[in-house]
């Protein structure tokens, strides 16, 4: 699986984005998916991730009611809808392909893009 992230850019603060992510290959509808950031300095963490299907999606605290991840199967795609961005949410934004089961930890995911850089702004 090949995944291709894009959709970052700078954003004032209290503004949103939202990220893509395209894959190629015939697994990406039994993979589960998950986008990570990781900011200057920091280690690479967790941001939300969905199920297979779509109806199974989790967040880390830090996001949760700002963000919304979904996906589109027949057009291999994920996104992460980005909403009320603050200062903290400044990183470069990776998508990711697991396997059947969803996992918080990034050593669970197989498959990385190679990133897309969200900068907020004051």
Known sequence: VQLQA?????????????????????????????WFRQAPGKEREFVAAVSRSGTGTYYADSVKGRFIISRDNAKNTVYLQMNSLKLEDAAVYYCAAGGSVVYVAPERYRYWGQGTLVTVSS
């Open 6 to 34: 894009s959709g970052g850019g700078l954003v004032k603060a209290g503004g949103s984005l939202r990220l893509s992510c395209a894959a190629s290959g015939r697994t990406f509808s039994s993979s589960a998916m998950g």
